[in-house]
């Protein structure tokens, strides 16, 4: 999503304590936008708590595809425990993550729902 017009319909947060931006709504329908080179439009403020974080994927609608988590680095400590917590709380409600971006100050972690067996 890079323009604000292409949120409408869309389950997620956007607050001051984190950003959630969800790329596949539960019904299918793939949402378009106009890409600039190199830029990355949609304006997200990173959690910065582990409890604001598990709380943005808690509200979220298990029926979604795939969704976007922006965390701050200061949640990234030298263990991982705090990047654990938040990963297995998507985990228990049917999410893996796939992959991650590091941006200025927060990473950009994108998650998929499993596969059912």
Known sequence: MNDASGMKGMKGLNGQDGGTRVSFPSDGARKTSLRVHGADLTPMHP??????????????????REFELSVSDNLQDYLGVQMAQITDRALARGWEPISFMQKNGFRRYRFKAMRRA
Request: hydrophobic share 55%; glycine share 12%.
């Open 47 to 64: 959690f910065s708590s582990v409890e604001g974080a598990i709380a943005a994927i808690d509200a979220l609608d298990r029926g979604l």
